[in-house]
């Protein structure tokens, strides 16, 4: 399934859940991130940030589609995170 | 349609933006918002968001559904933002 997924997190956290998010899916922006993924994939991913978040302060939203065409993209502004793998 | 709305704004812009985007769409999370809009509607949120971004180094990313059921959303940790009429 594709995924977005979305998160607010604690700045003492972010690097660290910036890290554990990049080896699923990858980063489009600032705390946003896109990509296919598998179901338990996606359990590993969570099971992974619940351990790095605070779950009383901080937050995770994952938006999953069954398919990424029916979505459609669009950025306005600078487009920064499009290619993932140069960092 | 409904759209997932994620900004990556500068410090200076993020209140006049945050006001502006919601007048259109429910805030979810600290830079993200979501609801059912229309094409017209979405033009006018975007001509506006490009009056205050610095479209050089801010970005908007907008995904598009035809249906909101075509998404489910999960969300883990704090649900901050689901009643945005509190405010």
Same mark, same amino acid.
């Given at each position: 399934?594709?995924? !977005?997924l979305v998160y607010d997190i604690g700045e003492k956290r972010v690097g660290k859940m910036l890290k554990h998010c990049r080896k699923y899916l990858n980063w489009i922006q600032n705390s946003v991130f896109e990509?296919?993924? /598998?179901?338990?994939?996606?359990?590993?991913?969570?099971a992974?940030?619940?351990k790095i978040m605070n779950e009383e /302060?901080?937050? !995770?939203? !994952?938006?999953k589609s069954r398919d990424e065409k029916w979505l459609d993209k669009e950025v306005v502004g600078v487009e920064r995170m499009t290619t993932d793998n140069f960092l």
């Open positions: 399934m594709y995924v !977005i990509g296919e993924i /598998t179901e338990v994939k996606l359990k590993e991913l969570l992974g940030s619940r /302060t901080d937050s !995770i939203i !994952i938006f």
